[in-house]
């Protein structure tokens, strides 16, 4: 498991719908050690702090694996690093594999595991593909969120260790299923409504839809 870029921006003006729209969707990898902060990299920030960034999801993580995958499908191969407004473009962690709640140690910081990702119309607008924000979600190749637990450096090369889990979690891949797909299934969502790791926001819904 190893970090292939690091992938920084601040917030630039789109197009979407005739309207002005800030977005830091538009990722660039950066060389050398990064510093990450409780809420960012060095460098990088969210335009919509409703919607993006916040303790939960200071660092989005995507596994290359998938580029090869995206590039076939799509017939493309212009695809760089931060393709998919990934901070951290990672090899060995894909969502099958990572559960929510694990401890990762990346470069000199500890992240935690907190949420699959959900795009919106800003990856559509990046892909320039109308309609790939569904065609993202029913791929179920998400990437995920970490949450900052000791700030620290990262760097293009570096090393990731798991060096925690919680017991009888659920991977990055099950919960993203669940909340999306399948909804009704009330052992599995009261399962994850349990989960320490998972996003307050998130552990919420699991909540409400296991008591419906």
Request: hydrophobic share 40%.
């Amino acid at each position: 498991m190893r970090v292939l870029s690091v992938n920084v921006s601040e917030p630039v003006e789109i197009i979407h719908n005739g309207k002005p729209v800030l977005t830091g969707i538009y990722k660039r990898p950066v060389s050398g050690p990064v510093e990450l902060a409780p809420l960012n990299f060095a460098g990088d920030a969210q335009a919509d702090l409703k919607n993006h960034g916040g303790a939960y999801k200071a660092v989005y993580v995507y596994p290359h694996e998938h580029y090869a995958t995206w590039a076939a499908a799509l017939d493309r191969d212009d695809f760089t690093y931060g393709q998919f407004g990934e901070n951290l473009t990672v090899t060995g962690l894909l969502e099958d594999h990572v559960a929510i709640g694990d401890y990762l140690r990346v470069g000199t910081a500890l992240l935690q595991v907190t949420q699959p990702r959900v795009p919106c119309f800003k990856l559509e607008h990046k892909m320039g593909i109308p309609g790939f924000v569904k065609t993202f979600m029913q791929s179920e190749r998400t990437g995920f969120y970490l949450r900052v637990v000791e700030t620290g450096q990262v760097a293009a090369g570096d090393r990731i260790e798991r060096v925690g889990q919680t017991p009888e979690s659920l991977s990055v891949r099950e919960v993203f299923h669940l909340m999306y797909f399948d909804k009704q299934n009330r052992v599995k969502t009261r399962q994850a409504a349990k989960l320490p790791g998972l996003t307050p926001g998130w552990r919420e819904a699991f909540e409400q839809l296991s008591d419906d």
